[in-house]
């Protein structure tokens, strides 16, 4: 279970509003790389974790996921608010507009719909791992995008935040990954 | 000032092989270094930098 804290975990406050970032972010909302994809895999894949390293890695790093997923949405929204018809026609999210309004929606900025097909959950410790090692280098790389995109301090400091705790995830999982090899060899033995 | 503490990270030696030979690595693995504590920032400057940890701070440069 969860107890929710009602703050961010890194603070987002964006004052000016911008559609056209707003849907390269939505990517990180739900998107194949995004934070909701993150936390449903490794809260996922924990269960069938041979080890109480691995399952309470994945648990913690797939609950954080979430408070990111939480950050991502409030950029998100402080993006659109605000946000006057003919800024968003300007920057050319009318579908979003069309089907939305301004509101955030767990999907891409295309208007292509979150999907578990983004994420795996295969049984197998070794290649689960691998695939989250996978992921956090792919979420860094996609907030590298999105600070190359991005102009105001007020979103490229979140988004640099955020990118920073991908490489610190990246850097657990390897060393999750270590272990589930030390426990893999030391079966051999018995 | 978000990058006072940054220590330079772990890296082998330039023209040297890597991962470092000498390590006992065995193929069609991946491998991670394993963190050993050494220092960690303040807990206001933990929170701003994203880490704990100094050696961990890695940023990126935006392309223009
Ligand atoms: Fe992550």
Same mark, same amino acid.
Do not use: C
């Given at each position: 279970?969860w107890?929710y804290?009602?703050?961010?975990?890194?603070?987002?406050r964006?004052?000016?509003?911008?559609?056209k970032?707003?849907?390269?972010i939505l990517s990180?909302?739900?998107?194949p790389d995004?934070?909701?994809?993150?936390?449903l895999?490794?809260?996922s894949?924990?269960?069938?974790?041979?080890?109480?390293?691995?399952k309470?890695?994945l648990?913690?790093?797939?609950t954080?996921?979430?408070?990111?997923?939480? $950050?991502v949405?409030s950029?998100?929204h402080?993006? $659109?608010?605000?946000a006057t018809? &003919?800024?968003?026609?300007a =920057?050319?999210?009318?579908?979003?507009?069309t089907?939305h309004?301004?509101?955030?929606?767990?999907?891409?900025?295309?208007? !292509?719909?979150f999907?578990?097909s983004?994420i $795996?959950?295969?049984g197998d410790?070794?290649?689960?791992l691998?695939?989250?090692?996978a992921?956090?280098?792919k979420?860094?790389?996609?907030?590298?995008?999105?600070i190359?995109? =991005?102009?105001?301090? &007020?979103?490229?400091d979140?988004?640099?935040?955020?990118?920073?705790?991908? !490489?610190?995830?990246?850097?657990?999982?390897?060393?999750?990954?270590?272990?589930?090899?030390?426990?893999?060899?030391?079966?051999?033995?018995? | 000032?978000?990058y006072d503490y940054?220590?330079?990270?772990?890296?082998?030696?330039?023209?040297?092989?890597?991962?470092p030979?000498?390590?006992?690595l065995? #193929?069609?693995?991946?491998? /991670? #270094?394993?963190?050993?504590?050494?220092?960690?920032?303040?807990?206001?400057?933990? #929170?701003k930098?994203?880490? #704990?940890f100094?050696e961990? /701070?890695?940023p990126?440069?935006?392309?223009?």
């Open positions: 279970m107890i804290e009602k703050k961010l975990q890194y603070p987002v964006i004052k000016k509003p911008n559609p970032m707003a849907a390269a990180q909302y739900g998107g995004g934070e909701l994809a993150a936390s895999r490794y809260i894949q924990r269960h069938h974790m041979p080890i109480p390293e691995a309470g890695m648990n913690d790093i797939g954080e996921e979430l408070a990111h997923f939480e $950050m949405g950029m998100v402080q993006l $659109m608010k605000g018809i &003919d800024q968003i026609k =920057a050319g999210v009318e579908s979003w507009y089907d309004d301004r509101a955030t929606w767990p999907g891409t900025g295309t208007g !292509v719909p999907t578990a983004y $795996m959950s295969k410790p070794i290649a689960d691998t695939e989250d090692m992921a956090e280098q979420a860094r790389a996609t907030y590298e995008h999105l190359d995109l =991005a102009d105001d301090p &007020d979103v490229i979140p988004l640099r935040w955020l990118r920073e705790r991908e !490489v610190v995830h990246f850097q657990r999982f390897g060393e999750i990954l270590n272990k589930l090899y030390e426990w893999k060899d030391s079966k051999k033995y018995f | 000032m978000y940054q220590t330079e990270p772990r890296r082998p030696e330039h023209g040297q092989p890597y991962p030979e000498h390590q006992n065995q #193929l069609a693995r991946a491998y /991670v #270094l394993p963190q050993t504590y050494t220092k960690a920032f303040p807990p206001e400057e933990a #929170l930098q994203g880490t #704990l100094p961990l /701070v890695m990126y440069d935006k392309r223009h």
